[in-house]
């Protein structure tokens, strides 16, 4: 199995890198390439990372696109391409802001290969004390399981990539918006797979500022990003079409605020959902 660590590198997390690389190499299992995406390093910059990553026992290499100035999503795009091309069976994914715990690329190998239905699979979300941010269920076989709130994201899942066709990866450009990991998965779950949980392993979050949740809640701010999320599903699916015109009808001045909140994947507007899949 040809299997790759993945990440988008950009210069807001770079008093993060170090602890990423780190924890990547700290993995138990080491028979993995790691693959790293450009996104705005400056060409001189990316050489002092190549020496930091020199010393590891892993074999590396850097995609640059600072050139073509992409957004979130286009970045992201352009990493499952890449791994595409190149052949990967298993994409293993993480942010690098963010650390994992060492077994993370064992445990997502060994579901690779004891669910072979699968096409992703995701871990535990853990805080730097230890705490899960929330539990995720055995598996994702339903659209409504990410509709309204979502805990699937690029630093907690791993891609089985003979599942994604590249015109599929080509297709998710209609998702371009700032939460594309909640279009991501949506996509999968809707026109290709189920996901599996690896709950044995864990992605371990970075909560600051600079994360799109941030560290402040806004009501607002969560119907925004639904609004986005369901318009740009609406364009291939009725029930998204529904959701939005649910959202459109939700007074968000009435939302009574969730007393279970952690600060996490837009929850507090919950909508009345009888649609039929």
């Known amino acids: 199995m040809r299997t790759a660590f993945a990440t988008v590198i950009y210069k807001q997390a770079k008093p993060f890198l170090k602890d990423f690389i780190d924890s990547v190499y700290s993995q138990t299992?080491?028979?993995?390439?790691?693959?790293?995406?450009?996104?705005?390093?400056e060409?001189?910059?990316?050489?002092?990372?190549?020496?930091l990553l020199k010393s590891g026992p892993i074999d590396y290499q850097i995609i640059d696109l600072r050139e073509k100035h992409l957004s979130i999503a286009g970045t992201r795009i352009?990493?499952?391409?890449h791994a595409k091309d190149l052949g990967y069976d298993l994409l293993v994914l993480g942010d690098a802001d963010d650390?994992?715990?060492?077994?993370?690329?064992?445990?997502?190998?060994?579901?690779?290969?004891t669910h072979q239905d699968a096409v992703f699979f995701y871990n535990k979300l853990i805080t730097d004390k230890g705490y899960d941010v929330f539990d995720i269920p055995d598996k994702v076989t339903n659209i409504k399981d990410i509709s309204q709130s979502n805990f699937l994201g690029m630093s907690t899942s791993a891609i089985r990539m003979s599942a994604l066709s590249m015109d599929f990866i080509d297709s998710l450009k209609e998702g371009d918006s700032p939460v594309f990991d909640w279009y991501l998965f949506s996509r999968l779950v809707l026109d290709i797979g189920q996901g599996v949980a690896v709950k044995e392993a864990a992605t371990i979050y970075r909560i600051y500022d600079?994360?799109?949740?941030?560290?402040?809640?806004?009501?607002?701010?969560?119907?925004?990003?639904?609004?986005t999320h369901y318009n740009n599903l609406a364009k291939r699916y009725d029930y998204f079409r529904y959701l939005l015109e649910q959202l459109k009808n939700t007074d968000i001045d009435n939302i009574k605020e969730n007393d279970n909140y952690q600060g996490y994947w837009w929850s507090d507007i919950k909508m009345e959902d009888s649609y039929e899949i």
């Open 29 to 41: 299992d080491t028979d993995f390439e790691l693959l790293l995406i450009n996104d705005n390093y």
């Open 43 to 51: 060409k001189e910059e990316l050489g002092d990372i190549s020496d």
């Open 78 to 81: 352009e990493m499952l391409k």
């Open 99 to 113: 650390t994992f715990s060492t077994d993370r690329v064992l445990r997502c190998k060994n579901a690779y290969k």
């Open 210 to 227: 600079n994360n799109m949740v941030g560290v402040t809640r806004d009501v607002k701010k969560e119907y925004e990003v639904k609004k």
